[in-house]
């Protein structure tokens, strides 16, 4: 399960912002499940452990840092 707010989403499909192994913004096509509360299942399409970045003011290919 990730934030709602983390996911971008078409009438076709989803996407949400994952940091890159070179710490930048890459876009991944997931595919959603149900939605509890405030966050909903990604059924396929995003690698386990991967960090989502929930900042909607990035685009692809900025440079990020992780915050914890």
Do not use: W
Not at 6 to 33: H, N, P, R
Not at 44 to 67: C, H
Request: net charge negative.
């Amino acid at each position: 399960f990730i934030p709602l707010d983390s996911v971008i989403q078409t009438q076709e499909e989803a996407f949400v912002y994952v940091v890159s192994k070179d710490m930048k913004a890459t876009v991944k096509k997931i595919t959603l499940g149900q939605i509890q509360g405030q966050f909903v299942e990604v059924t396929s399409g995003l690698p386990e452990q991967s960090q989502i970045i929930i900042d909607r003011n990035v685009i692809e290919g900025d440079k990020v840092a992780v915050v914890r």
